[in-house]
């Protein structure tokens, strides 16, 4: 497995805005897939957003319109822009790479929280 390390998370106000990021580390792996759950307290934990190498992606319903991945295949980086956060999106976000011959590999996790 290879180790993802993530940053990005903290606290904000209801309608702000963050960037998680998540990098690769010692690698310039091109993944077939990438992309972002996260788990809130006491829920399990959800896909938000996926990526692949054609450049498709998917978001959860919940998280459309608000929520852009991105990545830099180069760099084996994935990135959420998160924009109109609220307090529902608070939650461990939780970085993933997946590809075919390694398997996948996750991040240690993130905080978001949504607070006023």
């Known amino acids: 497995q290879v180790q993802l390390v993530e940053s990005g998370g903290g606290l904000v106000q209801p309608g702000g805005s963050l960037r998680l990021s998540c990098t690769a580390s010692g690698t310039h792996i091109r993944f077939h897939a990438m992309g972002w759950y996260r788990q809130g307290l006491g829920k399990q934990r959800e896909l938000v957003a996926t990526t692949t190498t054609d450049g498709s992606t998917n978001y959860a319903d919940s998280v459309k319109g608000r929520f852009t991945i991105s990545r830099d295949g180069a760099e084996s980086a994935v990135y959420l822009q998160m924009d109109s956060l609220t307090p529902e999106d608070t939650a461990v976000y939780y970085c993933?790479?997946?590809?075919?011959?390694?398997?996948?590999?996750w991040g240690q996790g993130t905080q978001v929280t949504v607070s006023s």
């Open positions: 993933y790479a997946k590809d075919i011959l390694l398997g996948t590999s």
